[in-house]
């Protein structure tokens, strides 16, 4: 809070003024990006595309989000366990929610057949999305990969491992430098 104060001009006392409580911030921080979130991603998983375009579709939404708000993902991604109840509760259905998005995305992929099968449905989408919530951890603007090339790079990744082999040959998109599309660690 003292950090807060200092960055706006405020002895941290002074911000009770403005603000309820530690987790009022905590909240607002976490459920901003989650509702940024959702709402780049929900529209992708209703669309009518195929599931593999979804996807790939769904990973740059992802990785634009979190490499672009980078600080407030990191909060988002790590700090909404301090929540408690009905905050704690609101937040985990939102997280929820978007898991539940890339699984629809992966189970609309295998009955249409376009994904393989996989063994464990939720170790496949918590495999996707540790990939994907680690990007804030790495990525620098200052590094030689747009958001752009590294979402395209994720998705190559994460739908290699999906496609059906056929539909992995056929798969018409430009591909990405292979040196220079390396982020730079911060």
Known sequence: MRDIGDAVGLLAGSLYSHISSKEAVLLQIVETGLDR????????VESDEPADVRLRAAVKAHVDLVAN???ESLVALHQWKFLSGENRARIEAKRHAGSDAFANILADGIESGVFKPVPNR???????LGTLNWVPEWYSPEGPATPEEIGDQLADLLLGGLLEPRELQSEARPRARSNSSRARRR
């Open 69 to 71: 708000h980078a600080e």
């Open 122 to 128: 939720d170790i496949a989408i918590a495999g996707m």
């Open 37 to 44: 979130y959702l709402g780049a991603l929900l529209p992708i």
